[in-house]
């Protein structure tokens, strides 16, 4: 029976993939896979499985959602056990919705693998905790993006990113310096703590600053793919405090 099974792969890291990620990913016979970090890593879960690239990075050549859905579902009708290998997790920003559902129209049985996020990546690397005792018990996954655009009519991003205590802006780096400017002027304190993380899990850049260094300076050139951090929880008076208290709960212990 035509079976697809949408599977997140993580931010990078195979070792990141769960083990029912693992698992399903070696009955494959057809993996459709995004642009991940570490494919040939990956490979290794189905070595004699079809691997067909069918990422989108933003700037570089991409392959448009209709064409993926399409191709999800002629290789499921061949009778194939076709996996779609999505990075992160496919829920967030993963457009999972228009592939489960071109699998529903074509009567095709789906199930869905959740995989972590890169926000949950970069904030282990980091060592930093997004919601935080005091400081932060909001967590914001925002795009300022509206499809391939960034609109200047379109605030919905910028509201929420005001109201959210910790914010987290996926693909949002081309366009770091008028966001840091926007998110000052709609009233985020200059101050506030920021975080560029680049290829989280995997070697790659990690830059702090605070918001106002970001609206005014440039980033520099990061290959990978980068999210852009901020919130009190990353200040560094904030760590320092909690190392504090580790220190005194061992202390005490
Ligand atoms: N479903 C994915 C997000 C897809 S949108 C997830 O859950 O992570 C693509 C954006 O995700 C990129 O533009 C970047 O902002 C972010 N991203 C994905 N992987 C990343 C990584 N390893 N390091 C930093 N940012 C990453």
Redesign the pocket.
């Given at each position: 029976m035509s079976r697809v099974t949408l599977i997140?792969a993580?931010?990078?890291d195979p070792e990141l993939l769960t083990r029912k990620a693992w698992r399903l990913l070696s009955l494959a016979d057809v993996v459709l896979h995004?642009a991940l970090?570490d494919v040939e890593g990956m490979k290794e879960a189905a070595p004699h499985a079809q691997w067909v690239y069918v990422g989108k990075?933003?700037g570089r050549l991409s392959v448009e959602q209709e064409f993926i859905c399409r191709l999800i579902v002629s290789y499921a009708k061949q009778g194939l056990n076709v996996v779609r290998l999505?990075?992160?997790?496919?829920?967030?920003?993963?457009r999972m919705a228009e592939e489960i559902a071109a699998c529903q129209a074509a009567q095709i049985t789906v199930e869905v693998v959740p995989?972590?996020?890169?926000?949950c990546?970069?904030a282990a690397q980091l060592q930093t905790s997004l919601t935080l005792r005091g400081v932060s018990r909001s967590v914001a996954?925002v795009?300022p993006r509206v499809g391939k655009r960034l609109t200047d009519t379109d605030t919905e991003w910028l509201a929420v990113s005001l109201a959210a205590n910790t914010v987290v802006?996926?693909?949002?780096?081309a366009q770091s310096q008028t966001l840091g400017q926007q998110l000052i002027a709609g009233g985020k304190s200059s101050d506030t703590p920021v975080c560029v993380?680049?290829?989280?899990?995997?070697e790659?850049a990690c830059l702090h600053m605070t918001l106002r260094e970001l609206a005014d300076n440039a980033l520099p050139d990061l290959p990978?793919?980068?999210?852009?951090m901020l919130g009190e929880a990353f200040s560094r008076a904030n760590q320092t405090h909690l190392e504090e208290r580790a220190q005194l709960c061992a202390i005490g212990s």
């Open positions: 997140g993580g931010p990078g995004d970090l990075r933003l999505k990075g992160g997790d496919p829920s967030i920003f993963g995989g972590i996020t890169s926000a990546a970069a996954f795009t802006l996926y693909m949002a780096s993380v680049e290829n989280a899990s995997l790659g990978g793919p980068v999210l852009l």
